[in-house]
Each structure stands twice: as structure tokens, then as C-alpha cells.
């Protein structure tokens, strides 16, 4: 489905859709495809609509206690489709929507169409609904959601509406976040910035539900292979991870990479907004002067990493303006530019293209805050499924350089990128070691076939 960001609340009181709408928009970072929302009052509602919230203005009213929301972005399911294979998804008396990926769509959409049920589109969010409603025919909501656990294989975490009650839990692995609180009310959501109380992850493999009074289950023993590329890209650096800010943890990045390289520069350039952090965090530890050359401009919301490739290259001009005013502080210079990840190469050929004719440095050595992505996605929801999709592949380490232009292109190393955030991370991007064996045969079968390109 994609990197999508979920919420859900249960208010005492009025005020369902100002909530909704607020969360929404303090998650639209994580999705800018499609959004859409729900309520179960007399029974469960749903809309989806294409966009961005900010963009569609105020919702809709929504009554009732029990709300949810999702902003999407879509690896699969977009064009004609989109809003079909979009969430929440309306089950048998439930609601639905998550954040992640299901690996093993095939064998779940066979297990569904054998039950008889029928699938709307093909977006992995259907199924989890599909599963779950099918053994709450005959189970209550714990027993179903461990049978899912059987079931349904990947990364995840999903909130849900029932009569009276929110619930919510992640797969066992632990790979994509999701948090509550208790409050006013009861909410639960994707990040920590866009709850009002303070926050409570759900672990890995539990089971939180709310009715007016908290239940929390552990369902399964509690793995940790939390996505590492949350940490250095889709998280909000208003959020937290393990009650530290995460711009906090991203200035780290830049401290370790400091330790790493023998940092022969004059000053740091980041290109905004996921590197701006480790930028910071490289100045104050090298002393290097950071100057904010290249600023994001704040009226274009999209990522670029997140939009099709044919929308790409015209956000990108949209999306950066430099800061002409430093040409004298930059001209011959030799400059560091920081980069939170290089994924295809779109955005930093582009930035580096105009950086290089407006400042005039000497050289540009580009440091890179993730370690390299060589490994498609298969289990966290990121839209990097092929092989061929990465720059790294194409043209080898060694020749990344004269790829971009630039003098050296330096990576932070998964060992160092390790001892900032601790060893129980998937890093399956880069290292192509897989938490889950579905993911480990897909990749496999993937790289035997040559299936570079989709």
C-alpha cells in the first residue's frame, strides 16, 4: 500500500471532524495521494477523496464518538484506481486502515475469495479488512486479530472502528510505528506530534483497544525490526522514537558521520528538509559553518520521493529556491551538501544541477545520512520495489560520483548508522537481509528472473 499515515479517536465529547481534520494534516507529510476518512455512529462510514487535506479545506461533518482517518501514498492501486484501493476500508461491522505492506498478497487474496468474500480493488489494506471481519464472524476481537497474524504476513499497523470501541495493533515485527494516548478522549496514531496526550507506543505484536476503558493484549512475544528508513526520512522531526525528538536522532546521524569521514570542506549545505537535521548535527560537531543555501519552498507539500515519476521532475523545480544572497560566501569554495538518502538520483541531479551554476564551488562532496539502497522494499511499505530503481545498481558505488557530477559521494556505514539508532532495525533496503522469509523468497525470486523494472 505504501508509507501511509493512520488515526483514530474516541471522543467523550463534540468536535469529531475539527480532530480528524487536525490530525490529518499533522500526518500529510506521510501521504499526499489520496486521504480519506470515517465515522461508526449508527453504523460505519466511510469517504475517500483524492488529494490532500489541506488542499480539500474542512471535512465534512462527522458525528459521533468513533472517528478515522488515512493519507495515502500509493505504490500500488493509483491512476483510475486510486481511490478504489484507498482507505479506511468499510468491513462487516468494522473499519479499517494501516500502514505498511503486505507481502503475501497472492496467498491472502486466495484465502479471502475462497471464504466468498469479495474484494473491492487490490490494495493490501482490503485484505487485512476482509481477513479480520471473516474470523470475527466467530471469534472475539483478540482471537481474530492473532489468527490475522497467521494469516496476513508483513509489515503493519492498523486502527479500527467497532461499535463503541477504537482499536489498534502492530504485526509482530514491529516495523512500522504507531502510538496512543489518552487524554481528551482516546487516540491513536502513525507519529507522536499528531496526538494531544502523551504518547504510548503500541508494541509489536499487542493489541490496544478502547471502549471507554484501556485493554491492552500482547498477543504475540514483541520482535524488533523497526523500518530504519522511518527514522531518516518519513517521520516528522516533531515526532518522537523512544521519547527523543526525532530531528534530535537525524543531528546524530550528522555527528556520526563526521566521525567517519575526515571532513575536508569549508562549509555544509543540506538539501532541505529531511537532511536539514544532520546538517546542524554535522556543523556542531566539525565547527564547519552550516549555511542554509537551498530552502524549501513551503507552498509545494509534496515529496518527491512519494509522486510518480512523471509529476517528479516538475515538482522538483517548484520545490527548491536558493538563496543567491551566499553566491559570495560559496564561489570556490569546497562545500558539503548532505542528503538523507539517494534513492533513483531525480532530486539530487536536479539540486546539484542548479546549485552548481548559481554558487560556483570549487567542489561538492555529498554526504549521505542512509547507508546505500540497493534491495527493493518488500515488506514496509516503501515504494522501492525494483532492483533497477536504484542509482547504486546502475552505475556501481564507484561511479556514483561521475554520475552526479561531484567530487565524492559519502555514506554514512550501517554500522555507524547502527550505533545511533541500536541494532534492531530492518535495513533490508540496504543490506538485503529480510526480517520476514516471504520477503527473503520474493527478493530472491526477483534477483534469479531479472525483474528489475515493474
Excluded at 364 to 376: E, G, K, T, W
Excluded at 423 to 433: I, Q, S, T
Aim: charged share 25%.
Amino acid at each position: 500500500m505504501g508509507d501511509c499515515g493512520v488515526y483514530a479517536v474516541f471522543l467523550e465529547e463534540g468536535g469529531l471532524t475539527q480532530r480528524l481534520y487536525e490530525a490529518g494534516l499533522l500526518l500529510q507529510h506521510r501521504g499526499y495521494d489520496a486521504f480519506g476518512f470515517g465515522s461508526f455512529e449508527d453504523g460505519p462510514r466511510v469517504e475517500r477523496r483524492k488529494g490532500t487535506i489541506g488542499r480539500a479545506g474542512n471535512l465534512p461533518d462527522v458525528t459521533g464518538k468513533l472517528g478515522i482517518l488515512h493519507v495515502r501514498y500509493a505504490t500500488v492501486g493509483p491512476g483510475e484506481t486510486l481511490l478504489k484501493n484507498s482507505q479506511p476500508v468499510r468491513g462487516e461491522g468494522l473499519i479499517t486502515a494501516h500502514n505498511g505492506q503486505v507481502t503475501n498478497i497472492r496467498a491472502c487474496r486466495e484465502w479471502i475469495q475462497e471464504r466468498g468474500l469479495e474484494l473491492e480493488g487490490f490494495g493490501d489494506g482490503e485484505l487485512i479488512t476482509r481477513v479480520l471481519e471473516y474470523e470475527l464472524r466467530e471469534k472475539g476481537l483478540e482471537e481474530a486479530v492473532n489468527e490475522l497474524f497467521d494469516i496476513v504476513k508483513g509489515g503493519y499497523s492498523v486502527v479500527g472502528l467497532r461499535r463503541g470501541e477504537v482499536f489498534a495493533f502492530r504485526d509482530p515485527l514491529g516495523t512500522k510505528p504507531l502510538y496512543y494516548s489518552l487524554g481528551e478522549g482516546f487516540e491513536v496514531a502513525s507519529e507522536t506530534h499528531a496526538l494531544r496526550g502523551e504518547a504510548v507506543e503500541v508494541k509489536p505484536g499487542e493489541l490496544v483497544v478502547y471502549d471507554g476503558t484501556l485493554r491492552r493484549h500482547q498477543l504475540r512475544e514483541p520482535g524488533e525490526h523497526f523500518c530504519a528508513f522511518e527514522l531518516n526520512y518519513f517521520m516528522h522531526p516533531a515526532a518522537s522514537w523512544k521519547g527523543i525528538p526525532v530531528a534530535e536522532w537525524r543531528k546524530r546521524l550528522g555527528k556520526k558521520l563526521v566521525e567517519e569521514y575526515s571532513l575536508d570542506v569549508d562549509c555544509i549545505v543540506s538539501v532541505p528538509s529531511s537532511a536539514d537535521d544532520v546538517a546542524m548535527g554535522m556543523a556542531e560537531a566539525s565547527g564547519k559553518e552550516y549555511v542554509r543555501a537551498i530552502i524549501r519552498n513551503r507552498h509545494v507539500s509534496e515529496r518527491s520521493f512519494l509522486i510518480n515519476k512523471n509529476d517528479r521532475e516538475y515538482t522538483l523545480r517548484r520545490k527548491y529556491s536558493f538563496a543567491r544572497g551566499y553566491r559570495s560566501k560559496l564561489k570556490g569554495k569546497k562545500v558539503a551538501l548532505v542528503e538523507d538518502s539517494i534513492v533513483r538520483g531525480s532530486t539530487l541531479r536536479a539540486v546539484l544541477g542548479r546549485f552548481r551554476g548559481i554558487f560556483e564551488p570549487a567542489e561538492i562532496h555529498v554526504f549521505v545520512s542512509f547507508p546505500p539502497l540497493q534491495y527493493p522494499c518488500l515488506h514496509g511499505g516503501i515504494d522501492m520495489a525494483t532492483y533497477g530503481q536504484f542509482i547504486v545498481n546502475s552505475v556501481g558505488m564507484d561511479g556514483l560520483a561521475e554520475e552526479l557530477g561531484v567530487e565524492s559521494v559519502n555514506y554514512i556505514s550501517e554500522r555507524g548508522y547502527r550505533e545511533v539508532f541500536g541494532d534492531r532495525l530492518c535495513l533490508a533496503c540496504h543490506n538485503g537481509r529480510y526480517p520476514l522469509p516471504e520477503a527473503q523468497e520474493l527478493s530472491k525470486l526477483r534477483s534469479d528472473t531479472r525483474l528489475y523494472e515493474l
